[in-house]
């Protein structure tokens, strides 16, 4: 018989903060997952601040749903978000299916693909930023970073997190593709390679930041001394 | 001023509020947004150090005497510049006003700049409103917020042709600093309300103001640095910076540091307290103790000197806003000078090493 819990929390662990690039279940946003022995789950999120954008907002719930009402054995998914100013509307647009547009009747004129589509290439700089720089401290030069295929860099989690994000957004990654490559998809040439890494490093120092900020927040504002305020 | 192992630093905090968000002045039926909104603020206030920190209900209103003490008395501050942050729709009387601000004028003119604010999307009555407001209090700044609601907008760009037309008003006026918050905000929706590049392009149609981008754009730093490398009248304004990471996370403030350094420059970053999120004096003295550490990763970053510290707690927001700065105090800065902008870098020939 199947772990269906296990299941349920692993494919939760498939979604992403979109500007973060993290898994909502490391970043603490998953306050609770509980699930009947008929197959209905039910998930409760939450995030760091009451204001944190509708629209990442909202593609969270919305991942979370479709990641859940996909396991084998869930009967039915209910996915809801706390504490945020938009609650109301991103739980129940989720809940009827009716996209981000028809959430926010007249407030929103754009579904999230674009959004989805920044923070992917994002990500996918930052990544190259991450498997770079064990290279860069070896002592390879700008020729030699240039030259580099995905096939020479060893596997690792981040390594299939880079070729996802590719992947997701048709940029080159299989195995023949350069690891430095410009946003269109080029490869980076090796007199542009010392400012490509810079650039890819700040990406990264970017998301890191906002990331390590988030997790501050939602740390005072689930303390128990904001529960004892409230 | 405040001085430290015989060294002496003007300190301009360029970003700080005197807010009301007393439960007085919550907008009935909408306490929920006035709670949510400050409550938010004292999340980022409990970044600061622990001995700091004020409790919940003291800090939903500070008095005029807590700013005394807190800006001038114990913060070490010189000059400091309010910005309006306005809010009608959840604080009756607004959350932080132009008026507001100014009654502490009455009490502490010599030290304080009172910023204005401008909206396009309220046409002629704005644009008069903006005369006014110049006329009464010299405004030589404003701080916009693109993504605030009005009616049934959602927000605007700054090259929208109405705000065009209003920045132009605003330099006409004699006004020369536009502060413009990109960052955590209110109402972002399918707007992306982090967008710089409307900054972009307003700053190379409006070579003679200068555009300070608060809180440099964060969570977006990226975007902002790649845009102001190539815009000499582009500033970093550092609050939050300091204020949020220097104490919480201060491995990524040195990153984003050196960051800056590299990108925008010691001339273009300007010191921000962001009062009363956080109180100015822990920024101030931590930033002058403040080194990059030794680590590898952090070596090709530029380091902070004396010099530099001087410039951005205060030497740089008092050029832009032509602060007197005593002569013993004074060092040169390229702040509000016409420069080229980094050419090196946009044109992909960087001297950074990989």
Redesign the interface.
């Given at each position: 018989m199947s772990d269906l819990p296990a299941e349920v929390w692993r494919a939760l662990g498939t979604v992403l903060d979109p500007?973060l690039d993290e898994p909502i279940t490391d970043l603490d946003f998953v306050e609770s997952c509980t699930v009947s022995p008929s197959g209905e789950v039910s998930v409760g999120l939450r995030l760091?601040?009451?204001?944190c954008?509708?629209?990442f907002s909202f593609l969270m719930v919305a991942d979370a749903y479709d990641a859940v009402a996909a396991v084998p054995g869930v009967t039915r998914a209910l996915v809801t978000l706390a504490d945020h100013?938009a609650s109301d509307e991103i739980n129940g647009g989720v809940a009827a299916h009716s996209g981000?547009?028809g959430s926010?009747e007249g407030?929103?004129?754009?579904e999230?693909d674009e959004?989805r589509h920044t923070f992917l290439s994002?990500a996918a700089l930052a990544g190259q930023d991450r498997l770079a720089r064990p290279f860069?401290?070896e002592g390879l030069?700008?020729d030699d970073?240039a030259d580099l295929t995905l096939a020479e860099v060893p596997d690792s989690m981040e390594l299939r997190r880079l070729r996802d994000r590719r992947c997701a957004i048709g940029l080159p990654y299989t195995d023949d593709a350069p690891l430095l490559i410009h946003g269109d998809g080029t490869r980076v040439e090796a007199?542009?390679?010392?400012?490509?890494?810079?650039?890819a490093?700040?990406?990264r120092?970017?998301i890191?930041?906002?990331a390590?900020?988030g997790k501050?927040?939602l740390k005072?504002?689930y303390s128990e001394e904001a529960k004892a305020?409230a | 001023m405040y001085e430290k192992d015989g060294e002496k630093y003007f300190v301009v905090d360029s970003h700080s509020h005197f807010w009301d968000a007393s439960k007085e002045n919550w907008v009935e039926g909408k306490e929920?947004?006035a709670k949510?909104?400050i409550?938010?603020f004292y999340?980022?206030h409990?970044?600061g150090p622990p001995e700091t920190h004020w409790d919940?209900d003291h800090y939903l209103k500070p008095s005029p005497e807590d700013f005394e003490r807190d800006m001038f008395v114990e913060g070490h501050v010189d000059y400091a510049i309010f910005q309006s942050t306005y809010l009608k729709e959840w604080y009756k009387d607004g959350f932080n006003t132009v008026d507001q601000n100014a009654a502490l004028l009455e009490r502490w003119g010599d030290k304080l700049i009172v910023n204005g604010r401008f909206d396009p999307r309220e046409g002629d009555a704005g644009l008069r409103q903006l005369e006014a407001d110049v006329e009464k209090y010299k405004h030589k700044g404003v701080k916009l917020y693109t993504a605030e609601w009005n009616g049934a907008s959602?927000g605007y760009k700054l090259t929208d042709p109405e705000c065009y037309e209003f920045l132009a008003a605003a330099q006409e006026l004699g006004i020369k600093n536009i502060h413009v918050h990109k960052g955590?905000?209110?109402?972002?929706?399918?707007k992306?309300?982090f967008d710089v590049a409307d900054v972009d392009h307003a700053a190379t149609d409006f070579q003679g103001l200068n555009f300070i981008v608060e809180h440099v754009g964060?969570?977006?730093?990226?975007d902002f640095?790649?845009m102001a490398v190539q815009e000499p009248n582009v500033y970093a304004g550092l609050s939050v910076v300091v204020g949020?990471?220097m104490h919480?996370?201060p491995k990524?403030f040195a990153?984003?540091m050196g960051?800056l350094l590299?990108?925008v420059g010691e001339d273009k970053m300007l010191f921000g307290g962001d009062y009363n999120i956080w109180v100015p004096k822990w920024q101030v003295e931590g930033l002058v103790d403040w080194q990059m550490p030794d680590d590898?990763q952090f070596s090709d970053y530029p380091r902070l000197t004396t010099a530099s510290k001087k410039k951005i707690l205060g030497l740089n927001a008092a050029k832009l806003y032509d602060i007197p700065v005593p002569q013993e105090l004074q060092l040169p800065t390229s702040a509000d000078e016409t420069m080229a902008p980094g050419e090196e870098?946009v044109e992909?020939?960087?001297?950074?090493?990989?």
């Amino acid at each position: 018989m199947s772990d269906l819990p296990a299941e349920v929390w692993r494919a939760l662990g498939t979604v992403l903060d979109p500007e973060l690039d993290e898994p909502i279940t490391d970043l603490d946003f998953v306050e609770s997952c509980t699930v009947s022995p008929s197959g209905e789950v039910s998930v409760g999120l939450r995030l760091p601040t009451f204001f944190c954008a509708p629209n990442f907002s909202f593609l969270m719930v919305a991942d979370a749903y479709d990641a859940v009402a996909a396991v084998p054995g869930v009967t039915r998914a209910l996915v809801t978000l706390a504490d945020h100013h938009a609650s109301d509307e991103i739980n129940g647009g989720v809940a009827a299916h009716s996209g981000f547009v028809g959430s926010f009747e007249g407030e929103a004129v754009a579904e999230l693909d674009e959004l989805r589509h920044t923070f992917l290439s994002k990500a996918a700089l930052a990544g190259q930023d991450r498997l770079a720089r064990p290279f860069v401290e070896e002592g390879l030069g700008p020729d030699d970073l240039a030259d580099l295929t995905l096939a020479e860099v060893p596997d690792s989690m981040e390594l299939r997190r880079l070729r996802d994000r590719r992947c997701a957004i048709g940029l080159p990654y299989t195995d023949d593709a350069p690891l430095l490559i410009h946003g269109d998809g080029t490869r980076v040439e090796a007199a542009q390679v010392p400012l490509h890494l810079r650039r890819a490093r700040l990406q990264r120092v970017g998301i890191e930041t906002t990331a390590s900020t988030g997790k501050s927040l939602l740390k005072v504002r689930y303390s128990e001394e904001a529960k004892a305020r409230a | 001023m405040y001085e430290k192992d015989g060294e002496k630093y003007f300190v301009v905090d360029s970003h700080s509020h005197f807010w009301d968000a007393s439960k007085e002045n919550w907008v009935e039926g909408k306490e929920q947004f006035a709670k949510g909104w400050i409550d938010c603020f004292y999340g980022y206030h409990q970044l600061g150090p622990p001995e700091t920190h004020w409790d919940w209900d003291h800090y939903l209103k500070p008095s005029p005497e807590d700013f005394e003490r807190d800006m001038f008395v114990e913060g070490h501050v010189d000059y400091a510049i309010f910005q309006s942050t306005y809010l009608k729709e959840w604080y009756k009387d607004g959350f932080n006003t132009v008026d507001q601000n100014a009654a502490l004028l009455e009490r502490w003119g010599d030290k304080l700049i009172v910023n204005g604010r401008f909206d396009p999307r309220e046409g002629d009555a704005g644009l008069r409103q903006l005369e006014a407001d110049v006329e009464k209090y010299k405004h030589k700044g404003v701080k916009l917020y693109t993504a605030e609601w009005n009616g049934a907008s959602r927000g605007y760009k700054l090259t929208d042709p109405e705000c065009y037309e209003f920045l132009a008003a605003a330099q006409e006026l004699g006004i020369k600093n536009i502060h413009v918050h990109k960052g955590p905000t209110i109402w972002p929706l399918d707007k992306d309300a982090f967008d710089v590049a409307d900054v972009d392009h307003a700053a190379t149609d409006f070579q003679g103001l200068n555009f300070i981008v608060e809180h440099v754009g964060l969570p977006r730093i990226e975007d902002f640095c790649f845009m102001a490398v190539q815009e000499p009248n582009v500033y970093a304004g550092l609050s939050v910076v300091v204020g949020g990471l220097m104490h919480a996370r201060p491995k990524f403030f040195a990153k984003v540091m050196g960051e800056l350094l590299f990108w925008v420059g010691e001339d273009k970053m300007l010191f921000g307290g962001d009062y009363n999120i956080w109180v100015p004096k822990w920024q101030v003295e931590g930033l002058v103790d403040w080194q990059m550490p030794d680590d590898d990763q952090f070596s090709d970053y530029p380091r902070l000197t004396t010099a530099s510290k001087k410039k951005i707690l205060g030497l740089n927001a008092a050029k832009l806003y032509d602060i007197p700065v005593p002569q013993e105090l004074q060092l040169p800065t390229s702040a509000d000078e016409t420069m080229a902008p980094g050419e090196e870098l946009v044109e992909d020939r960087a001297g950074a090493q990989a």
